[in-house]
């Protein structure tokens, strides 16, 4: 039982460590426990296609090189990453860059804490203790800088694949160089020149490098969690064109079904997402001279709009959707000034909008100093219709300093 719980404390005690790193907006227990859980069965798949590359590795120093860069270190953070990238990474729960690492981590704990299993009962205590220091901060370390790149990779969607062959590159080298140190005293060409102790120095002088390199990952995470969800936000806007139209989409899949889930029914708001925000109809609405904007809170995206001019000098505020996570913090505020700074050097006087006559952002608008000039039902199929106030803001007439309630 000592030997079993020697060789699951330094598994548990990492998880532990990396949760505590996530304070500004922790992750589900659920999803924590099923990413290690996950992660200790990666463990059979690596097994299995290790033993086969095994049989075409030799104890040469090449072979050892190439053996532990792709026979090992490969496989087993592919086995990992599989896990990261197709459970891990469409969590809703998965909203911020800190989580790549978080959960990249728990997912390496579960294949360590397996591994660290085996090889206690294995060859016994003095190994398991060995490893506590050496290999399962190893594996920890290789997370980070996996996690690091899928955590950027999940909100920049213009250079996803490249980040995600990042993530891989970089945890691999970082894995395969920790391995060639450990693996090359089996040459029996070098254990006659160098000492055990000298390929073991290696190995930690690597993991020292990995695991300083990991602190500064996590802090430039953690920087960016702490602008996002408790500091004041960093706000940026980006003029979105085509190639943004996948990033829209997949914004509007998180906004609207948290927005409308207390107005409309499911089968409407999935009718209506459909009907709007598709790839092909976010197209039609950018050709039609819709001008579309994607909110940045310190890099990340957390909300878009949409406006365009309707009339002569004026201007309609077509969409405008912040993630629930970033309202309240005076995100709506700031887009709507965007919007208003772009429109009145081109002529505008008054910026329309609609909004359902049961969304209490009505009375967010009053505060920015919109007026309810009219109401509207506008059937859009399906047996829906879309019940609306019209809202007009005067931009002619200057801006009252109204109490600010962010949206």
């Known amino acids: 039982m000592f030997l079993l719980a020697l060789a699951v ?12 790193r996530d304070r500004h907006n922790p992750e589900p227990a659920l999803n924590m ?5 996950f992660g200790m069965l990666t463990v ?19 072979s050892i090189i190439i053996s532990s860069y792709l026979g090992v270190a490969l496989v087993e953070e592919l086995s990992k990453f599989l896990v990261i990238r197709y ?34 009962y294995k060859y016994g205590m003095s190994v398991a203790f060995v490893r506590m220091f050496t290999s399962v901060p190893a594996h920890a370390t290789f997370a980070i800088i996996m996690g690091y790149f899928i955590g950027k990779a999940r909100f920049d969607f213009t250079n996803k694949k490249k980040l995600i062959f990042k993530s891989i590159l970089g945890a691999t080298i970082a894995h395969g160089t920790y391995d060639s140190f450990l693996f090359l005293n089996e040459n029996a060409w070098l254990q006659s020149k160098v000492s055990e102790a000298l390929f073991f120095g290696g190995a930690l002088a690597s993991l020292y490098v990995s695991i300083r390199l990991s602190r500064k990952l996590i802090k430039v995470h953690q920087l960016t969690s702490q602008q996002l969800f408790t500091s004041t936000p960093v706000l940026t806007i980006k003029f979105a064109d085509a190639e943004d139209i996948a990033l829209i989409r997949s914004l509007s899949l998180e906004v609207w079904p948290q927005t409308y889930s207390s ?26 001279k819709n001008q579309f904007l994607i909110i940045y809170n310190s890099g990340v995206p957390v909300g ?16 405008i959707y912040i993630l629930p996570k970033h309202q309240g913090r005076g995100t709506g505020r700031f887009v709507i000034d965007q919007v208003i700074k772009d429109i009145i050097p081109k002529g505008a006087t008054s910026l329309l909008l609609n909004v359902n006559r049961n969304n209490k952002a009505q009375r967010f608008y009053e505060k920015l100093g919109f007026v309810v000039i009219g109401t509207e039902d506008i059937d859009i199929g399906g047996g829906y219709f879309m019940n609306d106030y019209i809202m007009e803001k005067n931009l002619s007439e200057p801006t009252k300093a109204e109490e600010e309630t962010p949206l």
Do not use: W
């Open 9 to 20: 404390a330094p598994g548990l005690a990492v998880c532990i460590y990396i949760f505590f």
């Open 33 to 37: 426990i099923l990413s290690f859980l």
């Open 44 to 62: 059979i798949p690596a097994i299995f296609i290790e033993n086969i590359a095994d049989q075409y590795f030799d104890n040469s120093i090449a």
């Open 87 to 120: 459970y891990c990474f469409p969590l809703r729960s998965f909203d911020e860059p800190l989580d790549g690492i978080v959960y990249a981590v728990l997912v390496a704990m579960g294949f360590a804490t397996i591994e660290n299993v085996f090889y206690a």
């Open 263 to 288: 107005i409309l029914s499911p089968h409407q708001i999935r009718y209506m997402l459909d009907l709007m925000y598709s790839e092909a109809a976010l197209h039609r609405q950018l050709h039609e």
């Open 304 to 319: 878009f709009a949409s406006y365009g001019a309707v009339e002569e000098h004026k201007y309609k505020l077509h969409k």
